[in-house]
């Protein structure tokens, strides 16, 4: 059951991580920098974008398994 928790607090986490983190910090980072080419910049916010995501995901995780272990019985 702890599993079930982690993973559906991982993905909670993970979509808010999506609609109000990860645009936001991704266009904040593109606007430091100047591109030549617009491929290398699809990239890099493609990066970042999917980076933070990540770090939302695994955040999530975390306190998933920390919540889902108060609840299991030993």
């Known amino acids: 059951m702890r599993y079930v928790i982690a993973a559906l607090v991982a993905v909670v986490f993970a979509l808010a991580a999506t609609y109000f983190v990860s645009t936001p ?29 990540l770090v939302g995901l695994i955040f999530g995780w975390f306190v998933g398994w920390k919540l889902g272990g108060r609840l299991v019985r030993s």
Not at 27 to 36: D, E, K, N, P, V
């Open 25 to 53: 910090i991704a266009s904040a980072i593109m606007q430091q920098w100047l591109f030549q080419d617009p491929d290398t910049a699809a990239r890099l916010h493609v990066l970042v974008f999917l980076g933070s995501n």
